[in-house]
């Protein structure tokens, strides 16, 4: 295990949040001379001149509070005792942090929260990690007169509903960090303290158990927490841990910054990182607590093989299942021709392990066709932001959402999808900043706590383009435009073109409505807004791509922010809000059959020549297939084999039926995963994956911010997933040679213009670099597109408003949209092996009350769910957060056949699948689908054919 | 390969091309698009089945790009 990071992080409570100020104040702190910004505490000025004032209600992620009465100080020339966090440092000050009064008072303070205190410190949970017990050290306390005899909450009970903490009320001081972190930190309010005097309480809710709270389990509170009174279960069973490795989360886009908290090589805790840039030391219920899918008992740790799925697994050797897999590319290539085979890039693996996955496509199997799930999420993106501005990936840090003065959130939920990035957009919002939602259902965005839309443009699926150009409309018809950004950044032929184009009559609101089912009256009022309120920061997500005209709505998005001159600086911008971990890092890494690492065409001859060189071998210059033409030509004949790196195609790609055909069509199958997931179930080889707890490299997040993951644990199968690709490509006869995936990021450097300046010792230094990372911008660049466009000239395009194929019929009346929940990640394969299936254990409809009504169904209903592509059945729930009309579902849980029901429909440009759009029936039903049966019948075969499995000799087991 | 799906998407493309101002570039976007995205076996099966398929519903910018690409 690489030490080398342990120095990295300072765990040092500061007390109170760092002040911005660029103006800084000098003053004596125990007579040393301290010079910090001004507005900085007395607190925190103390901790940087060396001294740790006493503190308990303080810590340095919440505003301070001042209710513990523990931090007083003495300052001279004024009277009294204040409160060292509430009292801000200024010029010429000379303070005090200790003298035999202020150790007086402060043991009086200690005696009055000890005398209601258990005094199991022995035996706490927090023991180790109690901040009462240290200042009770800190301030000497060595006797409590009051006695316990008297009124005391010793005996109250611990609430132990939430599967990840308990909040044991009897070790509770009435800090308020906890209720602070709620509020101020994940922005739920599910907090307060309820009573008054001896009788106040922490309380969720309305005094309820957490579990039926709004909490939402992101554990801001517990981390805030000063005693065990909240306290992850993980540590009330194991105990403190002795050690601790920065690492960045395997979830979401956001790409948080951990620390795994180890004892030995066992994870006891994941502790969000407070000086992680992309979550400044928040976290959500997925990276923060739903890590036990890395150990769980289904998880594959030998090497299989099989030569028919309806056979037995065998377990073999790494060598065996290496050689196997290589053995039956080969045999395809040479029956059915070289490109007969390809794979798929894993958008959860590293970008090191990505990138080994394209290249082993690429040189070793001698053809381009390699594909990720970009495909099915983000692809528009990158081909819209490149065509506009000429990169594929968005503008910004997630910290310029701090200076947005108008937020427009497009098909995007963050609060469920982005949780971290969804609390520091509320926390903007909380501020002040103007919110404008254009979505079909209404998210919690629209109104939660503390938190309303000014406008929710609450569309018909499917109508996003004509959304958009009716907004481009009322900006240049009603001279809203910025024309001095315009003229100086932007081409000024296409923006002519493009402004006569959304100026006609055919795209303003009026003449839009009875499409979009917006009143033109709001399209108006929300386009002056976001043209006129300062600072504009558009945010999308799958609600934007994953429609017929996706890359056409990213286009239109990116005329939008020119056309305002919102790009360039803090508080704008285009946002993507990618939705796996490393997608952003996988479109980087070439994972696309069009374009090597760095978004360069497999036709540009410089490009290609550079990588042929270096790779030693001769390169295509034609595109090769995306997933969903690989599929096409599995049922054609002429594509049989595929290499699939930590995706579930057969869960997550639309029309299931499709799906299931192409792969029944191939006739070499090697899936690598954690799990026998869905399209393992199909699989000929199976290759044991790791977890990102079992690995190093880097990820890269959706602001395009370059992080290490860090190997905190031996690979449980032996070996690490870019080790096995390695392994695969050397019995291809196409060596690779790597002893640590430093050495992969340094080839990638070495290739790629962005990555250029990328190496493991510049993040260990500076934590993260945001790409392009090079000569020009050695610490890496937040912002893009300041002084002008990647591409020179910004380039406005024509989006002419085409709607979708996916029509509504009598037979088929409602839209159906799909999308995902805070507690279930993507196809679930993580999480439902987790207990966050406790807040999601199934994937239902919902369905608004009139359509409800209409069809007779009530809440918890069995629905059928009907399309042109198949059927399905779920529960119902009734929702107005539904518009009339329109239905949704989550595809978390295989057996719910959310894509059962999607359709063949994509983009134009990219084959990203319509998810967003598909006409559908609803009926209520007593019975499971067809399809539903037929599923379950074979995943009871499947499941015998893994337990029946003929067990390795042990000689062969897991040798590498 | 499916050409009827094939077909579909190649129309898709000439339309969000179509709206363009100038008709030539816009042919020329589309060819672009084709060869830039299209695997080759994909273009050849559309082909193929337009030179059997003399009524195939395909839009004008496509079969104009199409000779871009591969000029008879």
Request: proline letters at 5%; glycine letters at 8%.
């Amino acid at each position: 295990m690489d030490t080398t990071h342990h120095h990295l992080h300072d765990d040092i409570d500061y007390g109170t949040p760092k002040s911005v100020s660029e103006k800084m104040v000098t003053l004596e702190i125990d007579g040393f001379e301290v010079t910090v910004p001004q507005g900085t505490s007395l607190m925190r000025a103390a901790v940087e001149a060396g001294t740790q004032i006493p503190k308990l209600c303080a810590t340095d992620s919440l505003e301070p509070f001042g209710s513990c009465r523990l931090c007083l100080v003495e300052i001279e020339g004024r009277k009294g005792f204040p409160a060292s966090c509430t009292t801000p440092a200024e010029a010429g000050m000379k303070v005090r942090t200790q003298s035999p009064k202020l150790a007086d008072l402060r043991r009086g303070v200690m005696e009055l929260y000890i005398s209601d205190h258990p005094l199991d410190c022995l035996t706490c949970s927090a023991n180790g990690d109690c901040e009462l017990q240290d200042m009770a050290g800190t301030v000497g306390l060595r006797d409590v007169r009051y006695g316990y005899e008297g009124l005391n909450h010793l005996k109250d009970q611990a609430d132990t509903s939430n599967p990840y903490f308990t909040y044991d009320p009897s070790k509770c001081i009435v800090c308020n960090r906890c209720v602070r972190a709620c509020e101020e930190t994940q922005g739920t309010f599910a907090l307060t303290i309820s009573g008054r005097g001896f009788e106040s309480r922490v309380s969720p809710g309305e005094s309820q158990p957490f579990m039926e709270s709004e909490c939402v389990s992101c554990g801001a509170c517990v981390n805030a927490c000063p005693t065990a009174t909240l306290m992850e279960k993980t540590v009330i069973e194991a105990g403190q841990p002795d050690h601790s490795v920065l690492t960045t989360c395997a979830y979401c886009g956001v790409g948080c910054s951990f620390k795994a908290d180890m004892k030995g090589s066992e994870v006891v805790r994941m502790t969000p990182w407070k000086d992680g840039k992309a979550n400044e030391g928040h976290a959500c219920i997925k990276g923060r607590f739903a890590w036990g899918y890395t150990t769980h008992k289904d998880r594959i740790l030998k090497p299989m093989i099989r030569s028919k799925i309806t056979d037995p697994w065998q377990e073999v050797s790494w060598e065996t299942a290496i050689g196997h897999a290589a053995s039956e590319f080969r045999r395809i290539q040479k029956k059915f021709g070289v490109d007969s085979v390809g794979g798929i890039t894993s958008s959860r693996c590293t970008n090191e392990e990505t990138y080994l996955v394209q290249k082993l496509i690429r040189a070793g199997f001698g053809n381009n066709n390699v594909d990720t799930c970009a495909r099915v999420c983000h692809s528009p993106t990158g081909y819209g932001l490149g065509q506009t501005y000429g990169t594929s990936a968005g503008t910004q840090t997630f910290k310029s959402v701090e200076k947005a003065d108008v937020i427009l959130v497009i098909g995007a939920n963050p609060t469920d999808a982005h949780p971290v990035f969804g609390s520091r957009m509320k926390k903007r919002l909380r501020e002040g900043a103007k919110l404008i939602v254009i979505d079909p259902r209404k998210i919690e965005l629209v109104s939660s706590a503390h938190i309303k839309a000014d406008y929710h443009l609450q569309l018909r699926p499917g109508t996003n383009v004509a959304i958009i150009n009716s907004l481009a409309h009322v900006i240049v018809t009603e001279g809203l435009l910025d024309q001095k950004f315009i003229d100086e950044r932007c081409d000024a032929e296409a923006f002519k073109y493009w402004r006569d184009f959304v100026a006609s009559d055919n795209n303003s609101p009026e003449a839009l409505e009875s499409m979009t089912g917006v009143p033109a009256q709001l399209v108006r009022e929300a386009a002056r807004l976001y043209a006129s309120a300062g600072n504009g920061a558009i945010y999308y997500g799958l609600g934007v791509t994953e429609h017929s005209q996706g890359s056409t709505m990213v286009i239109g998005i990116a005329n939008l922010a020119m056309a305002t001159g919102n790009i360039g600086r803090e508080g704008v911008g285009v946002n993507p809000l990618r939705g796996q971990n490393n997608v952003q890092g996988s479109c980087d890494m070439g994972s696309f059959p069009h374009e090597f690492p760095g978004y360069r065409h497999v036709s540009d001859d410089a490009t290609r020549s550079l990588f042929e060189k270096d790779w030693g071998v001769s390169l295509r210059k034609e595109p090769g297939l995306r997933i969903p033409n690989m599929f096409e030509a599995a049922m054609d004949g002429t594509f049989k084999g595929l290499y699939c790196q930590g995706e579930d195609i057969v869960q997550s790609d639309p029309n299931t039926q499709h799906v299931i055909a192409a792969m029944e069509a191939m006739e070499c199958i090697v899936v690598q995963d954690l799990f026998l997931n869905e399209t393992a179930k199909y699989a000929h080889v199976f290759l044991p994956g790791s977890s990102f707890l079992e690995k190093d490299g880097t990820f890269t997040n959706a602001e395009r911010r370059i992080s290490r993951v860090r190997k905190v644990m031996a690979p449980k199968a032996g070996l690490a997933d870019w080790e096995a690709t390695v392994a695969l490509s050397n019995a291809l006869g196409y060596p690779m040679h790597y002893n640590d995936p430093s050495e992969i990021m340094a080839e990638i450097a070495r290739l790629t213009p962005t990555f250029s300046g990328v190496t493991y010792e510049k993040l260990d230094q500076l934590g993260s670099v945001q790409w392009p990372c090079n000569d020009a911008m050695p610490e890496g660049t937040p912002l893009m597109h300041i002084d002008h466009f990647v591409r020179g000239k910004g380039r406005f395009l024509i989006t002419q408003y085409v709607p979708t194929h996916e029509k509504i019929t009598p037979k088929f009346p409602l839209l159906l949209t799909t999308g995902r929940i805070l507690s279930q990640y993507n196809v679930g394969a993580q999480t439902r092996r987790t207990e966050n299936v406790q807040f999601h254990e199934e994937d239902r409809l919902d369905i608004h009350p009139q359509d409800a009504a209409e069809r007779g169904i009530q809440e918890g209903d069995w629905v059928g769910v009907t399309s042109r592509a198949g059927e399905t059945v779920l529960r119902a729930r009734v929702t107005e957060r539904m518009q009339p009309g329109v239905v949704y579902t989550t595809f978390h849980f295989p057996e719910s056949g959310a894509n059962v029901i999607t359709t063949d429909n994509s983009d134009w440009a990219t084959n990203c699948p319509e998810y967003k759009v598909t006409a559908v029936q609803v009926v209520k039903v007593k019975h499971t689908s067809e399809w539903q049966e037929n599923y379950h019948q074979f995943n009871e075969t499947q499941l015998r054919l893994l337990k029946e499995k003929v067990v390795a000799e042990a000689s062969a087991a897991g040798g590498r | 390969m499916n050409a009827e799906h094939l077909l579909k998407m190649a129309n898709d493309i000439g339309t969000f091309f179509e709206a363009m101002p100038n008709r030539q570039q816009a042919i020329q976007d589309v060819a672009t698009h084709i060869r830039k995205f299209w695997e080759p076996r994909m273009q050849k099966s559309l082909l193929a089945y337009l030179s059997t398929h003399s009524d195939a519903e395909i839009k004008d910018i496509v079969r104009d790009a199409l000779r871009e690409i591969h000029p008879a």
